[in-house]
């Protein structure tokens, strides 16, 4: 299997503060590989350096054989990395269909002394990024809400535009952070289902998760942090049975309702 | 709705083309031409600040730049006047990147910061640099525009020329405005970070979108040293950065229409209350205030469909539910 994703000895401090300490794990080709463990383990923070939000004190991480530690946010996401956040970060005085426009910007070359000059050209472009921003909301079941302000829509379409809005960069890797917290249980299974799709379509998923049916159900690997340090990493049987993950993070009550 | 826009345009459009010949006032037309240059201002300031949400408080002195560019241009090296033109669109990409660069690739409030210590800088070289630019006395002497032997000598002929030249800037703007551009400029005003993560450079749009101000700040200040025929130093302070900002945020952020209502309402006002003598500026930022407080998204959200629906229904909606709850009150 070849590795889509390989941290090396990473480490995070925030001016004294450990988050991350000596992370080194990797991801297998399609995968949909996991990120779990209790509030401020620095699930997120791992993933901001990963994507670039964040420099790496030290340690070096690699997308398939580049290294990205270092790089700037807009370069590592054009490598085909693509993201959400944890709390939405959506453009909310635009509708669904212009926020996912601004994911197809990079479809779009033409410089701006060609657009005024070739009128022609710059409509053909901004034709192309439509079809592709409504097949992408087909996909994502929101078609009919193309024209409604993000801030009018409710939590659950919000996210999901934000997972619209990230495909629409065709990503080969994509990081989702915490994509059912907040969700009710109709909307989970939908976003679940949703991203079954995308991983059909050839991309390789990489979730922080505290949801452990989803995490579960869908993950083929989980690494667990625990105090910014991997305490354990496998299969979700792996993981369920072991014990100091159980002490750290999934508690003695899950163990014994899984029984 | 989109017919009565066209033929609401289309009539204002004969008004404008119809007024000097109606109205001879030289004073009249000297200020409509003043407006037409404050119009391309704002349209510029309204890609960087009213787009991308960066605050730009060096308009003044990017203004006076484009002005004295061309106006010592003619006057100490005597180049052809209409060559002040490309000079201000050079001297405006010059700014952009020049200032854009250094102050736009990081976060924050670097750009206010520096443009306000620009604007100052070029205001006292402008001052005191007598020997170069003439102090505090000004430039004297700026020749007419002229193109192909016509003399633009007169309010009356500046007016057709500059009513053309923003009818085109304004339709360059709008184009912009209306594009991936004036989206992605928004997108990274409502948050910055998840533009990043969408594989686009944020820094370099943010100097895109500064050049572009830069640029149309050039060309109204070329417009206006060229109508004026004398400019000085103590005309470009902050006031007249602030007195853009106004525009921008009177006639409606973001909007190209909005731009335009702006400038001409905070152009023309304190002159049709001139009446007031003394009070006149008095009333006039009165008169601002109240527009800041009822209308936060400008003069241009009065014809926008959806604003004015969601207005509407909220006070439907509480007249609504008033009537329900006294309605009840008084059948009990």
Known sequence: ?259 | MKKVKIALMALVLVLLIAFPLFDSNLYHQQLMNQVFVNIIVVMGLNFITGLTGQMNLGTAGIFALGAYGSALMCTKLGTPVWLGFPIAIVIGFLIGRGLGYPSLRVKGVYLSLTTIGFSEVVRLILTNAIDFTGGSQGVQNIPFLNLFGFEFNTPFKIYYLYFALTIIMAIAAARIVSSKWGRVFKAIRDNSDAVEACGIDVANLKILAFTMAAVYGCIGGFLYTHMMGYINPTAFNQDLSVNYLVMMMIGGIGSVAGNVLGAVMVTLLPEILRFMQNYYWLIFSIITLIFAVFLPYGIVSLFKKSERQERHFDIFHSIKKAREIWGGRIAK
């Open chain 1, 1 to 259: 299997m070849k590795t889509i994703l390989r941290t090396e000895n990473v480490v995070k401090n925030f001016s004294g503060l450990v988050a991350v300490r000596d992370l080194s794990f990797e991801m297998a080709e399609r995968n949909i590989h996991a990120l779990i463990g209790p509030n401020g383990s620095g699930k997120t923070t791992t993933i901001n350096m990963i994507t670039g939000a964040f420099p790496v004190t030290s340690g070096r991480i690699f997308y398939g054989d580049t290294e990205i530690s270092g790089m700037p946010t807009y370069q590592i996401a054009r490598l085909g990395i693509g993201r959400t956040f944890q709390n939405l970060k959506l453009f909310h005085s635009m509708t669904v269909m212009e926020n996912l426009m601004v994911g197809g910007h990079q479809m779009m070359p033409a410089g701006i002394f060609r657009f005024l000059v070739d009128p022609a050209k710059s409509r053909q472009e901004e034709k192309q990024v439509e079809e592709k921003a409504k097949q992408v909301l087909d996909f994502i079941g929101m078609y009919d809400l193309k024209d409604e302000k993000v801030s009018s829509l409710p939590y659950g379409r919000q996210k999901m535009t934000e997972l619209g809005r990230a495909l629409m960069m065709d990503p080969k890797l994509l990081f989702l952070d915490e994509p059912a917290a907040g969700l009710n249980p109709s909307e989970r299974v939908e976003f679940v289902n949703i991203m079954l799709k995308t991983f059909d379509l050839g991309i390789d998923l990489f979730l922080i998760e505290h949801n452990m049916d989803v995490v579960m159900n869908i993950c083929s690997r989980i690494t667990v942090l625990n105090f910014g340090a991997k305490i354990a990493e496998g299969t979700p049987d792996e993981i369920k049975n072991n014990e100091e993950v159980i002490k750290a993070y999934l508690g003695n009550r899950y163990q014994a309702e899984k029984a």
